[in-house]
């Protein structure tokens, strides 16, 4: 006979429901147990009594709460199918001495509102649910007694029914009563289970606010692998691009320079045009090549690091350009890659727009900072939002959470400076 559907609907995971509640009730009751038993003990008669029956109980409230939080996160993982996180972990004082650390981590413990949570928890909203559920479970019993009555009567001696008059229609009216209690309590007993489910996850998982931390955190950990790996990438071209196409090249330009020289006036005036022709066009391409693999990533950024990488700038621009680099030790290669193009590019809009007589540029390492300055003498007016190249150094920089900012006032001068955080 196949159970009907409002019924199906209604007792579906009632069992699983009414376990997770039994379990419930074992957990939450031995925080108050724990509470209570100053009261069990002796009954307090004075104000220093309560005091004392109040603070008795902390010590083992202070043990405990760790040891029934894990016990609570088992449950729902294993009953509910809920994981709830753990709360990042709180500082601990510093062992030093030894001595009054104790006493500091348990009054930091106190504090903390991980813990505030937790005691709301076990104190409070926990045992009432556990109460709630209790009472639901005992009127579950006494519905599922009340349905099955008609049972009860016939198992009792013929003598006590004939006893009582009109049983048959009081029987009825008790069994639709307790088949229309057994679906309240089943519906009652499932509520009180996501009731619970949700307490715990605001009160004993990570808050909102912790929530948000970790999940900036692991933003901030995936956008670095990120550049880290773009980065891997653009050396890997280059010495793909160093080692193949290049070499090829510049194979190619010597076969070429080679067989007008050596062939001389055996070569016809049409094949010789020909040949400077192919010669000028492979040297041209290794030219344009190796900028594409310098702007790829320099490969004396890696070997030599930023001072080295900076003054090839420098000797390359063609304006005079001032460098001072003082980095006491080279800082991670994604920040030295940033700081590179940053310079490269700022220069390269020197020389286009600024129309300056000369530039500088300032490296310096402060703590876990480094400076980047690119100044000029032109005619000032730089915008970021203008298109000049600037807000492109703004997303690179911003990559690595770094800061940008750029001062430029009509008639100069241009200042930009860039600040990177060489932990990264």
């Given at each position: 006979m196949r159970i009907p559907t409002v019924w199906r609907r209604h007792f579906d995971g009632t069992g699983d429901a009414s376990a997770f509640a039994v379990a419930g009730i074992l957990n939450q009751y031995v925080f108050v147990l724990v509470m209570a038993v100053p009261w069990i003990v002796y009954v307090p008669s004075s104000m220093m009594d309560i005091l004392m029956a109040i603070a008795l109980p902390l010590p083992f409230v202070a043990v405990a709460s760790p040891v029934l939080t894990a016990g609570q996160r088992r449950r729902f993982r294993r009953m509910r199918g809920v994981i709830i996180p753990r709360p990042p972990a709180r500082e601990r004082t510093p062992e030093g001495d030894g001595r009054g650390t104790w006493w500091r981590n348990v009054l930091r413990w106190l504090r903390s509102r991980a813990t505030a949570r937790e005691l709301l928890y076990h104190l409070l909203l926990g045992p009432a649910v556990a109460f709630a559920g209790l009472l639901t479970l005992l009127t579950g019993l006494a519905s599922a007694a009340a349905a099955t009555i008609y049972v009860w009567i016939w198992a009792l001696p013929l003598h006590w029914r004939l006893s009582w008059q009109g049983y048959s229609t009081d029987a009825a009216y008790i069994t639709a009563a307790g088949v229309a209690a057994?679906?309240?309590?089943a519906w009652l007993?499932?509520?009180?289970a996501r009731l619970d489910t949700r307490n715990a996850i605001a009160l004993l998982g990570p808050s909102r606010e912790e929530k948000l931390a970790r999940r900036v955190e692991d933003l901030t950990e995936s956008r670095a692998g990120v550049v880290d790996a773009a980065d891997e990438?653009?050396?890997r071209i280059e010495r793909d691009l160093h080692d193949g196409a290049q070499q090829r090249l510049v194979?190619?330009?010597?076969n070429l320079g080679l067989a007008r020289a050596t062939l001389g006036d055996q070569l016809s005036d049409q094949a010789r045009a020909v040949i400077d022709e192919a010669h000028r066009e492979a040297k041209e391409a290794i030219a344009e090549l190796s900028n594409l693999v310098r702007g790829l990533h320099p490969a004396v950024l890696e070997d030599r690091g930023l001072d080295a990488a900076l003054s090839g700038i420098a000797a390359r621009a063609p304006l005079p350009v001032r460098l001072?680099?003082?980095l006491p030790a080279r800082p991670s290669a994604t920040?030295?890659?940033?700081?590179?193009?940053v310079v490269s590019e700022a220069l390269a809009n020197v020389v286009k727009h600024a129309q300056a007589a000369e530039a500088a540029v300032t490296v310096e390492r402060f703590g876990g900072t480094l400076l980047v300055v690119i100044a000029d003498d032109g005619v000032g007016g730089a915008d970021p939002a203008a298109g000049t190249g600037l807000a492109g150094l703004a997303k690179r920089v911003a990559s690595v959470d770094g800061t940008f900012s750029v001062s430029s006032p009509p008639a100069g001068p241009t200042i930009v400076t860039v600040e990177l955080p060489c932990a990264l």
């Open positions: 057994l679906l309240g309590t007993t499932g509520a009180l990438e653009r050396r194979s190619m330009a010597v001072s680099v003082d920040i030295e890659a940033v700081a590179y193009f």
